[in-house]
């Protein structure tokens, strides 16, 4: 079986098949036109990645040096997340936590629940990010990217003390245009109130389309912009 080498603004991870969806149909890092864009991740950056999947942000994020809190309650996922981190020797840069993000501990609406629940094969904990950030002691944090299957709102009140604290980038996949979650996040405007929240924080706010959906990306208004300077943010090596 052939692994892909993967590279992301001058370096590089490993995927040992096609499989873990890494790669899009063109040969570019998944998401790729976003995380070209705004996700310009550091050496040394605390970033928290809340609905990890199979590690497209946490993979691309230690690979630049970041230390990465992968948050994802389907545990085939975190079994795939913690075989590729072992793979790449990226096991020191990473935490995976077996748990949903909510608004509050414990909480997740039935309306909700009804949509996500194929995603887990066993009950999840369920958390805040704030109450994470206080039981793991995390003393910064500098990026956040949340994609939870239409509840990335509870993810963000239950968050909100942590960001308006750090300061963090934020990327968040919205679900309002994916039918299965539409019914939900329009009923409770997920898509305005995510953005009218952070606004009241000071963080200046775009929505950036792509593929079949829309990411809300904001920073403080304190700091420079997000800027395009990094282009063609991964290439695809395939090798026996």
């Given at each position: 079986m052939r692994q892909q080498l993967i590279q992301i603004h001058g370096r590089t991870f490993v995927s040992p098949s096609p499989d873990y969806g890494f790669v899009d149909g063109q040969g570019r890092l998944g998401e790729g036109d976003i995380i070209d864009k705004y996700w310009h991740v550091r050496e040394g950056d605390v970033v928290f990645d809340i609905g990890a999947c199979n590690g497209l942000y946490t993979l691309p994020s230690c690979a630049l040096g970041a230390f990465v809190y992968s948050v994802e309650p389907n545990e085939p996922s975190c079994e795939v997340i913690e075989m590729l981190?072992?793979?790449?020797?990226?096991?020191?840069?990473?935490?995976v936590i077996r748990a949903a993000f909510s608004n509050k501990e414990?909480?997740?609406?039935?309306?909700?629940?009804?949509?996500?629940?194929?995603?887990?094969?066993?009950?999840?904990?369920?958390?805040?990010?704030?109450?994470?950030?206080?039981?793991?002691?995390?003393?910064?944090?500098?990026?956040?990217?949340?994609?939870?299957?239409?509840?990335?709102?509870?993810?963000?009140?239950?968050?909100?003390?942590?960001?308006?604290?750090?300061?963090?980038?934020?990327?968040?996949?919205?679900?309002?245009?994916i039918p299965i979650y539409a019914g939900y996040c329009v009923a409770n405007n997920t898509r305005g109130r995510i953005k009218e929240i952070l606004r009241s924080i000071s963080y200046d706010v775009v929505e950036e389309p792509f593929s079949n959906r829309s990411y809300i990306v904001g920073w403080p208004s304190e700091v420079p912009p997000f800027r395009h300077t990094i282009p063609n943010v991964a290439g695809l090596v395939t090798y026996q």
């Open positions: 981190l072992a793979l790449n020797g990226f096991t020191d840069r990473c935490r414990g909480n997740h609406p039935a309306a909700l629940r009804a949509t996500i629940t194929p995603y887990f094969l066993d009950e999840p904990a369920v958390t805040t990010l704030d109450n994470a950030v206080a039981l793991l002691g995390v003393s910064a944090v500098n990026w956040i990217k949340i994609d939870v299957e239409g509840g990335e709102l509870l993810v963000v009140e239950g968050g909100l003390e942590t960001i308006k604290k750090y300061r963090p980038n934020i990327v968040i996949k919205d679900h309002t245009d």
